[in-house]
């Protein structure tokens, strides 16, 4: 009855197994923290709520453009926006990610709590889309749009 004895170990040990799922989501704080797509949204914006530019900068291709309600701008201007920001919080929902290759791309909706050149954040949701690229220095954000309240 080897087979019996087998089968009830192992029906013993399923429990614990599902229990691996139960525990929440590793926190990311950086981006050495991040494993997915969603993860490297939340790390962008840690960078700008604690105005770590040289991380974010590390993270920006060098062609990165971003999309919003005033046009699209280049690296050093959605850089320059960025740094006007003053992210006192953000809660990030609706996360949906879509790898495809090395390219990872992201869309969310995004509450930021704030003020950006003295003015307050928009209290709405903003849906937002990030296309992310794995390359020799790391992932890094090709592209940025804000879609408008979601």
């Given at each position: ?81 960025f740094q006007q920001m003053d992210v ?12 495809n290759g090395d390219t990872f791309l ?12 003295g003015k307050p954040l928009p209290e ?27």
């Open positions: 009855m080897p087979s019996l004895r087998g089968l009830g170990i192992l029906l013993c040990l399923t429990p614990l197994l599902a229990a691996c799922t139960v525990y929440s989501e590793h926190p990311v704080r950086s981006f050495s923290d991040a494993t997915s797509g969603a993860g490297f949204e939340r790390s962008f914006w840690n960078d700008v709520k604690d105005k770590d530019w040289k991380d974010l900068q590390l993270h920006l291709a060098s062609n990165f453009t971003f999309l919003g309600p005033f046009g699209p701008l280049d690296r050093p201007a959605a850089l320059a926006a006192k919080d953000f809660s990030l929902g609706d996360l949906q990610t879509q790898l992201v869309s969310y909706t995004i509450i930021l709590r704030g003020s950006s050149g709405q949701p903003q849906r937002r889309m990030t296309v992310w690229q794995q390359q020799k220095s790391g992932w890094v954000a090709l592209a940025q749009t804000v879609l408008g309240p979601s």
